[in-house]
């Protein structure tokens, strides 16, 4: 998973450097869009990354912006493909509440609009969003026809309001909430010799994720289950 956000198009280097490295159909590989690098001008801002390019980032939801990104992130990485490619950070978090509406109709008529195109002609197997709010994978599922939602740290032993919104059938599309339940099934499958059943959080049942949990946490997801 890495975006051109990541260092300004470093981090997009760095995984195309260890792609040439493996069979590309061994990786599942995940980068975003929403924003492309400028490289004749220096940032504007400190990109919250350490090291990066020294290119400008610009956000840009629309048609061309979106084609001219992912151009630059297959350059990058070295590849003629994408496995999921997401729409990056169309949220309050990113962009504050002014502009959040702008940005949704900026994201659904020109990044969807692109990103639906090249998953008809296979250069992207599937496509998503990525953001901070789970508010906004309801907007973008109810609006569009995605794959996958990523949903940054909202979702987590010490913060679970999101689960009511993603994995309620009438407000998020099936398929967003079957890649849900898959991840997690996945997640405690490879981890977890005798994971623990959802819901079950009794102290003999924790011998499974929660086994190592310091109490206090323990407590807290006892009591939201």
Not at 8 to 30: K, M, Q, W
Not at 127 to 145: D, H, L, P, Q, S
Not at 177 to 206: F, H, M, V, W
Request: glycine share 8%; hydrophobic share 35%.
């Amino acid at each position: 998973d890495t975006s051109p956000h990541y260092g300004n198009g470093l981090s997009e280097h760095r995984c195309g450097t260890a792609l040439r490295r493996v069979p590309r159909n061994d990786v599942v590989l995940c980068t975003k869009t929403g924003r492309w690098m400028d490289p004749f001008h220096p940032p504007e801002t400190r990109s919250g990354f350490v090291g990066g390019q020294p290119h400008r980032a610009v956000v840009d939801y629309s048609y061309d912006g979106t084609m001219r990104s992912v151009e630059q992130s297959l350059l990058r990485l070295g590849t003629d493909r994408i496995d999921l490619l997401l729409i990056h950070d169309v949220d309050v978090w990113t962009h504050g509440k002014d502009a959040i509406e702008d940005r949704f109709r900026e994201a659904m008529s020109g990044a969807y609009v692109a990103l639906d195109k090249l998953r008809s002609e296979g250069v992207v197997a599937g496509i998503g969003i990525g953001v901070n709010e789970a508010e906004m994978c309801v907007r973008f599922a109810k609006a569009g026809t995605f794959d996958t939602m990523l949903l940054a740290g909202r979702y987590s032993l010490l913060e679970q309001p999101a689960l009511a919104d993603i994995q309620d059938p009438d407000k998020v599309k099936k398929t967003s909430q079957a890649d849900l339940e898959a991840r997690q099934a996945e997640y405690c499958k490879k981890n977890y010799e005798e994971p623990i059943s959802r819901g079950d959080t009794s102290a003999e049942s924790a011998s499974g994720p929660l086994g190592s949990c310091h109490p206090s946490i323990l407590t807290a997801v006892q009591k939201w289950t």
